[in-house]
């Protein structure tokens, strides 16, 4: 896999894994989350992960419907955590592979392109 600026990931579209793919190295994983502020490897390196505080329960609901529309748009849909009302979190790997493919990356990028209204400190 070729490590790519999030410019570069957010240009292009997942593309379609029904798998026999190899998943990505854990070496190539973590050289892609240096260009991906706050997301980290999960699972023994099989999937990534990045969590936020919003800033209540509707601004999660907010974030996670811009979310599922930019998912479904690219066919490639990450699980959705909100715990305590406020506390959002996003895990991506590509299930028919088992682990990370480019896909977990680009959307990862296209994710954090969104607009979240977090919890101010």
């Known amino acids: 896999m070729d490590i ?4 570069e990931l957010t240009a292009v ?3 379609p894994c029904e798998g026999g793919v190899a998943p990505t190295t854990r070496e190539e994983a973590e050289q892609q989350l240096t260009r ?8 023994e390196g099989k999937r990534i992960r990045k969590e936020w505080t919003v800033k209540n ?6 974030f996670f419907e811009k979310v599922a ?7 490639h849909h990450p699980d959705l955590h909100l715990e305590g009302y406020r506390n959002v979190a996003i895990e991506l790997w590509t299930h028919a592979i088992g682990g990370l493919s480019e896909n977990d990356f680009i959307l990862a990028a296209k994710i954090d392109a969104l607009p ?3 919890k101010k400190s």
């Open 116 to 118: 979240i209204e977090e």
């Open 13 to 15: 579209k997942c593309k």
């Open 57 to 62: 329960f509707m601004a999660g609901m907010r």
């Open 4 to 7: 790519r600026t999030t410019e």
């Open 36 to 43: 991906l502020a706050g997301w980290r490897l999960t699972h």
């Open 69 to 75: 529309e930019v998912a479904e748009s690219d066919g």
